[in-house]
């Protein structure tokens, strides 16, 4: 249902015809004899009517359109978006090897990313560099990625064309393939330059939300972000896919919601995909069709999980017909919520938490000076919000028919992902425990009904944290071993125990239980260890 309140984007591509280069461009173009057959992009009769779209999402909002770049930037009006993130061919797809998985393979992204010579490539940068200027608004800004084979040519056409440069960000793609030829160093980071249409643009930045999201320091401009993982390329894959991380940065820190976004080289539309989860209206340009398809998935899938989601904004009147004095209170299934955690696969948690205003961290003052701490429960607490239950019900969302769990994963030195961190269990009551035996104690009761969710640990500024794994865990559907063991330790725990004692730590192979928070607490509970985690989670195949 197209949702009347929000506007979705204007039909901007109705220039009578298209529009020439600026008189800077012209000027600066090589001449066209000069350049390989098929560069100088000629002024074709403007389409009688717009385009229709590739894709549309149902409200307009998020639209994709199969043209050339420039032949269609030509015809849009002018100051017409906010931003335009622009991740155009590098021109390094010319014959040279790279590493992947291990195997050594031709650098082959597509005949859009075959060079055309250093004036061809350079005219081609000028002409849309020149019309995307043409349609930005004043104080809109444009991200270009790039290596060495375009960044510099990139670069200078933006100061030719009048733009001023804001920032060269270097993008850290941890763990990068390594150089095969051993000639050079290992190629680790990409460009992304960030400039504002002119020197009079009072351009968007959003210093205070970047630096909340980097522990509370001034984010600077290196940014360490992992290539996009496997869950996000479930729908497909394209060989040049930008992190989801990467463009939720990006979109976040330079517009406003419901700002237009134009991505003109999209790809699988990883700009639209955030643009999406971050309520901006987006429009995306791509050549091939076959990269359109996987886009179109991902738009319709980020769309759909962007409207499933539980309405935290509820009037008082709405709530109080759903049977609350405020918030969302009716119970919801457990097969609910795992559909809807669900669909939140890959995400970053980080933005998600901007967009339920869930603090990452506490600012206190102390001394004069700001001090900042992380709220520790700040993942578990934007689960809780996203799902729509009220604050800190965790434990019993429909009369503790199953109860929410969250840890953090983290990728070992072996590449592989495991547990951080241990996970509570249930709070030890002594007495129960003493007198009930494994069948019917809390600690399976418990276990039988966790919905485990997992993020990925990136950094200590939780810069980002995309939701790594959903499980309903059941233990009693495990392979043989596993049910054994944990009633062992839960039996090994149980004789340790004397009535009236304080009891001490005691650690089996899949649970233990030690206090609660600080070491001489008297609170004690059951944790499952790092080992049992990660079974739960299906990491220990
Ligand atoms: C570097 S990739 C973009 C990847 C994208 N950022 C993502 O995350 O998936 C560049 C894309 O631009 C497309 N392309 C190249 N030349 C184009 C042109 N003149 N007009 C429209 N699309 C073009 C290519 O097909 C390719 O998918």
Same mark, same amino acid.
């Given at each position: 249902m197209p949702d009347a309140a929000l506007p979705a984007p204007p039909d901007l591509f109705d220039l009578p015809r298209a529009a020439d280069p600026s008189p800077r461009a012209a000027a600066l173009l090589a001449p066209v004899a000069d350049l390989p057959p098929g560069l100088v992009h000629e002024a074709r009769p403007g389409y009688a009517d717009p385009p229709p779209p590739f894709y549309a999402s149902p409200d307009g909002r998020l639209r994709l359109y199969q043209a050339d770049a420039l032949e269609l930037l030509r015809r849009m009006r002018e100051e017409s978006v906010d931003m335009i993130f622009a991740d155009p061919p590098y021109f390094l797809s010319n014959g040279g090897v790279t590493c992947v998985g291990g195997r050594m393979v031709r650098v082959d992204k597509g005949g859009w990313d075959k060079s055309q010579g250093i004036i061809g490539d350079h005219n081609f940068n000028l002409l849309w560099l020149d019309q995307c200027r043409r349609i930005l608004r004043p104080d809109g800004t444009l991200w270009v990625t790039g290596t060495s084979h375009n960044i510099h040519s990139v670069g200078y056409g933006l100061q030719v064309l009048g733009y001023k440069i804001l920032n060269d960000i270097a993008w850290y793609k941890v763990n990068p393939p390594p150089n095969l030829a051993c000639r050079y160093f290992t190629h680790a980071t990409e460009t992304i330059l960030w400039a504002a249409k002119s020197a009079k643009s009072r351009h968007t930045f959003h210093y205070p939300l970047m630096k909340e999201q980097n522990g509370g320091k001034q984010m600077q401009s290196l940014w360490n972000i992992m290539p996009p993982g496997k869950s996000e390329k479930r729908h497909g894959k394209h060989p040049t896919q930008k992190p989801e991380a990467l463009l939720t940065r990006i979109v976040a820190a330079s517009t406003n919601p419901d700002e237009l976004v134009l991505d003109p080289f999209c790809g699988s539309a990883t700009t639209g995909v955030a643009c999406a989860r971050l309520g901006r209206r987006f429009i995306g340009i791509e050549r091939e069709a076959e990269h359109l398809e996987l886009a179109a998935?991902?738009?319709?899938?980020? &769309?759909?999980? &962007? +409207?499933?989601? *539980?309405?935290?904004?509820?009037? %008082?009147?709405?709530?109080?017909?759903?049977?609350? /004095? /405020? /918030?969302?209170?009716?119970? @919801?299934?457990?097969?609910?919520?795992?559909?809807?955690?669900?669909?939140?696969?890959?995400?970053? $948690? %980080?933005? $998600?938490?901007?967009?339920?205003?869930?603090?990452? #961290? +506490?600012?206190?003052?102390?001394?004069?000076?700001?001090?900042?701490?992380?709220?520790?429960?700040?993942? /578990?607490?934007? =689960?809780?919000? &996203? =799902?729509? =239950?009220?604050?800190?019900?965790?434990?019993? *969302?429909?009369?503790?028919?199953?109860? $929410?769990?969250? %840890?953090?994963?983290?990728?070992?030195?072996?590449?592989? &992902?495991?547990?951080?961190?241990? @996970?509570?269990?249930?709070? $030890?009551?002594?007495?129960? %425990?003493?007198?009930?035996? #494994?069948?019917?104690?809390?600690v399976l009761h418990k276990i039988g009904r966790f919905i485990v969710v997992a993020r990925l640990y990136v950094d200590k500024a939780e810069t980002s944290s995309p939701v790594a794994i959903v499980r309903a865990a059941d233990i009693s559907m495990q392979t043989a071993g596993i049910y054994q063991q944990v009633e062992r330790d839960y039996e090994l725990i149980r004789r340790t125990l004397k009535p009236g004692e304080r009891p001490h730590t005691t650690t089996g192979e899949l649970i233990q239980i030690r206090t609660k928070g600080q070491k001489d607490s008297s609170t004690y509970a059951f944790y499952a260890t790092k080992h049992f985690v990660n079974i739960l989670l299906g990491l220990n195949k």
């Open positions: 998935k991902r738009l319709e899938e980020e &769309y759909q999980s &962007y +409207h499933q989601q *539980p309405r935290l904004d509820v009037t %008082v009147a709405e709530a109080t017909k759903i049977g609350g /004095g /405020g /918030g969302i209170t009716e119970p @919801m299934e457990r097969e609910d919520a795992l559909k809807l955690l669900e669909a939140i696969k890959g995400s970053d $948690l %980080v933005e $998600l938490a901007t967009r339920h205003g869930q603090r990452i #961290f +506490h600012e206190k003052e102390l001394e004069g000076q700001i001090k900042r701490t992380l709220n520790k429960g700040w993942a /578990g607490l934007t =689960l809780e919000a &996203y =799902l729509g =239950l009220p604050k800190n019900s965790r434990r019993e *969302p429909n009369g503790g028919s199953w109860e $929410l769990k969250q %840890v953090s994963i983290r990728q070992q030195r072996s590449g592989i &992902y495991a547990a951080k961190e241990t @996970m509570q269990i249930t709070m $030890l009551d002594q007495s129960h %425990v003493i007198a009930n035996p #494994f069948e019917s104690s809390h």
